[in-house]
């Protein structure tokens, strides 16, 4: 969608609900994940550089994300999620990212709770402006992302965010974006038409084409302008409505 049809909707009232991602969305890792990684896995014996982390970060989560990584609890989509489907899924990641740690169940613990922890997350600067407006303006709010149950932790520890009242996690709801039971589940429990509901996120596969795929509408949120889309904006702020700038 063109942003300029996004704000006429958000005008109009015709969105019931402003379904947000979390993860370059609304928060941000506070260290970096490749930094976080880095100095807990120096914590047990790593010589990775952060660098390091960072490219063996991004390719063992890629692969988590579109293969049957090794150990996976059986099942037979790669979009299934639970509970012990995505602690086996990061555990299979720290062991990818961090080869050299003495002691990998440590290890993977000690990153397992950090990025639990509300402290090591911080949301973007503009974030209270635009959740603040859009509850004035009577929008409901939720989240939809692919963290896991954690995310509740962090949210709790974040007033900021305290206006959203619905978070669909994908741990609980059985699947990961972009399957269409995702977006399926969050319709249903929404209780409006599709087309009332606008999905804002970082990830056009995961936050944009499965979206309206499920008939909602979406807008990709791209701060680095790196994908040269004309309806991609590069602030939430350009999503407030006429009377709110």
């Given at each position: 969608m063109l942003l300029s049809d996004v704000r006429d909707r958000l005008t109009s009232k015709q969105f019931k609900w402003v379904v947000f991602d979390a993860v370059g969305t609304l928060i941000q890792p506070e260290p970096s994940v490749a930094r976080?990684?880095?100095?807990?896995?120096?914590?047990?014996?790593?010589?990775?550089?952060?660098?390091?982390?960072?490219?063996?970060?991004?390719?063992?989560?890629?692969?988590?994300?579109?293969?049957?990584?090794?150990?996976?609890?059986?099942?037979?989509?790669?979009?299934?999620?639970?509970?012990?489907?995505?602690?086996?899924?990061?555990?299979?990641?720290?062991e990818e990212?961090?080869?050299?740690?003495?002691?990998?169940?440590?290890?993977?613990?000690e990153l397992w709770n950090h990025f639990a922890h509300p402290a090591s997350w911080s949301c973007f600067d503009e974030v209270g402006t635009i959740l603040n407006a859009l509850t004035d303006a009577g929008f409901r709010l939720a989240i939809a992302t692919n963290f896991d149950s954690r995310l509740?932790?962090?949210?709790?520890?974040?007033?900021?965010?305290?206006?959203?009242?619905?978070?669909?996690?994908?741990?609980?709801?059985?699947?990961?974006?972009?399957?269409?039971?995702?977006?399926?589940?969050?319709?249903?429990?929404?209780?409006?038409?599709?087309?009332?509901?606008?999905?804002?996120?970082?990830?056009?596969a995961h936050d944009v084409a499965g979206p309206l795929a499920s008939d909602m509408a979406a807008i990709l949120l791209d701060r680095g302008l790196t994908r040269e889309l004309p309806d991609a904006i590069r602030s939430l702020l350009q999503l407030v409505p006429a009377g709110h700038d």
């Open positions: 976080a990684y880095q100095m807990i896995g120096a914590q047990h014996g790593s010589s990775l550089t952060v660098a390091e982390a960072s490219e063996r970060f991004r390719r063992a989560f890629r692969r988590s994300e579109t293969e049957f990584f090794p150990n996976r609890p059986q099942s037979d989509s790669v979009w299934l999620s639970s509970d012990a489907i995505e602690l086996a899924r990061w555990r299979w990641i720290v990212v961090l080869p050299d740690v003495d002691n990998l169940d440590q290890c993977f613990g509740h932790s962090v949210c709790a520890g974040h007033p900021t965010l305290n206006s959203i009242e619905r978070r669909f996690v994908s741990s609980e709801i059985g699947y990961r974006k972009p399957a269409p039971q995702f977006y399926a589940s969050l319709i249903q429990e929404c209780g409006v038409a599709p087309n009332q509901i606008l999905m804002i996120g970082d990830n056009f």
